[in-house]
């Protein structure tokens, strides 16, 4: 199994140079990755609720799609363990639009002949990432009152799961 990179090589924000074009020769990077993100709105979609909770970042990152598809199993194994599948809607409010690339370099006998450095480093495209600013939401959650700490919880466990401090705000009770 190959493994997963450190974050920290990606966490900076930078500037995407990642253009898909329908055209694909136009394209920058071949191919593209899938996001890792198996659904962006979970729970009961059709009812409507009284209060809303956000999950928000505090700082400018990088935020990897394995990490938020970490973050949103755990929120939603919280909520759908002590709600139920019908009093709560979930939803991963950002997409991860970010592509991500990885130049690597051999090393050991022969790698001299094998890799070209530094003369065409734009690298291979590896995975996706959501690039967040500074008090914007990445997970929203609606309940009824009964289930505002619940949903805290459940957010509070998820933002343990993301590469930066997060905050918890009640936007509508």
């Known amino acids: 199994m190959v493994k997963v990179r450190r974050w920290s090589a990606y966490r900076a924000m930078e500037r995407p140079y990642t253009r898909v074009s329908k055209f694909r ?15 962006f709105v979970m729970g009961n979609i059709k ?11 505090e700082n400018n990152v990088q935020i990897r799609s394995q990490a938020l598809e970490a973050a949103r199993q755990a ?15 979930m939803q991963l409010v950002r997409y991860p639009y970010h592509i991500y690339r990885e130049n690597p370099l051999a090393s050991g006998a022969g790698a001299d002949r094998m890799s070209t450095g530094m003369q065409k480093a734009f ?19 609606e309940v009824d009152k009964q289930y505002i700490k619940t949903a805290k919880e459940a957010l ?18």
Do not use: F, W
Not at 25 to 39: A, H
Not at 75 to 89: A, P, Q, T
Not at 123 to 141: F, S
């Open 25 to 39: 020769t136009k394209n920058y990077t071949r191919g593209n990755p899938q996001t890792g993100i198996t659904q």
């Open 47 to 57: 009812k409507t609720y009284s209060s809303r909770i956000e999950l928000s970042a």
């Open 75 to 89: 929120c939603n194994r919280r909520l759908d363990k002590v709600c139920g599948k019908e009093n709560y809607k």
């Open 123 to 141: 690298g291979k495209t590896v995975g996706r990432a959501l690039q967040i600013h500074i008090g914007e939401c990445i997970v929203r959650v």
């Open 156 to 173: 509070r466990v998820a933002g343990h799961r993301l590469p930066m401090t997060c905050s918890i705000k009640v936007v509508k009770e």
